[in-house]
T-cell receptor, first 113, second 111 residues
Framework: AQSVSQHNHHVILSEAASLELGCNYSYGGTVNLFWYVQYPGQHLQLLLKYFSGDPLVKGIKGFEAEFIKSKFSFNLRKPSVQWSDTAEYFCAVNPDSNYQLIWGAGTKLIIKP | EAGVVQSPRYKIIEKKQPVAFWCNPISGHNTLYWYRQNLGQGPELLIRYENEEAVDDSQLPKDRFSAERLKGVDSTLKIQPAELGDSAVYLC?????????FGPGTRLTVL
C-alpha cells in the first residue's frame, strides 16, 4: 500500500538553527509532492509543491524542499528558523496525479525564542 | 478571496446522537473533499466530489456516515449515530487543478 513516512513526530529547535524535516514515500510511479503547514489555531495551508522540473522547490517564508527520486524523498529545509515557524508540518503525496493525497502523520516543530 | 468555510468549529455530543457538518468551498472549485484527522495523524480522505457527484467514497463508513453536495456547491457530512471513536477533526477542502485549499475544520468530541 502507498504510504508517506515523516521521520520525526516532534522537533525542538532554537531560533536561527537550521531545519530539515524528512519525508519518504512508497510509490514507484509518477508523484506530485506537497508540504502543508498548520500554524496553531489555523487551517492547513500549502507551503510548497513539486510537480516536475527542478527538483529543488522554493516555497513561502524561506522554505525549500528537494525531491530525490532515487531515495523516494522530499525533505523540507530552512536555513534559519524563526519563532513564528512553530507549527505542524505535513508531507503529502499525490500518486499519478489522481487527486488522491496520501498524508504523513505530521511533524510538530517548536522553536524556542 | 474567501477561503473554505466550515461550521460549526466545535461540536460536543453524546454517543448515539446525530451530528452534521457543513462546508462552503471556494467559489469556482468543482472538487470538494471531506477528510477526518485523528490526533497525531495526517488527514484521511472520507469522500471526494466532482461537482455534485461523489467520485470516491471508498473510505466513507457508509453504515453511519453520509454526505451530500446538492447543486455542486455546499456540502454536508452527517454521522448517525455517532460513536466514541468518531471524535476527530473533520476537514473540508476544495481544489482547482492540483492544489487543495482547506477549511478550519470541525472538532467533534463524542462523550
Amino acid at each position: 500500500a502507498q504510504s508517506v513516512s515523516q521521520h520525526n513526530h516532534h522537533v525542538i529547535l532554537s531560533e536561527a538553527a537550521s531545519l530539515e524535516l524528512g519525508c519518504n514515500y512508497s510509490y514507484g510511479g509518477t508523484v506530485n509532492l506537497f508540504w502543508y503547514v498548520q500554524y496553531p489555531g489555523q487551517h492547513l495551508q500549502l507551503l510548497l509543491k513539486y510537480f516536475s522540473g527542478d527538483p529543488l522547490v522554493k516555497g513561502i517564508k524561506g522554505f525549500e524542499a528537494e525531491f530525490i527520486k532515487s531515495k523516494f524523498s522530499f525533505n523540507l529545509r530552512k536555513p534559519s528558523v524563526q519563532w513564528s515557524d512553530t507549527a505542524e508540518y505535513f508531507c503529502a503525496v499525490n500518486p499519478d496525479s489522481n487527486y488522491q493525497l496520501i498524508w504523513g502523520a505530521g511533524t510538530k516543530l517548536i522553536i524556542k525564542p | 478571496e474567501a477561503g473554505v468555510v466550515q461550521s460549526p468549529r466545535y461540536k460536543i455530543i453524546e454517543k448515539k446522537q446525530p451530528v452534521a457538518f457543513w462546508c462552503n468551498p471556494i467559489s469556482g472549485h468543482n472538487t470538494l473533499y471531506w477528510y477526518r484527522q485523528n490526533l497525531g495523524q495526517g488527514p484521511e480522505l472520507l469522500i471526494r466530489y466532482e461537482n455534485e457527484e461523489a467520485v470516491d467514497d471508498s473510505q466513507l463508513p457508509k453504515d453511519r456516515f453520509s454526505a451530500e453536495r446538492l447543486k455542486g456547491v455546499d456540502s454536508t457530512l452527517k454521522i448517525q449515530p455517532a460513536e466514541l471513536g468518531d471524535s476527530a477533526v473533520y476537514l473540508c477542502a476544495s481544489s482547482f487543478e492540483d492544489e487543495q485549499f482547506f477549511g478550519p475544520g470541525t472538532r467533534l468530541t463524542v462523550l
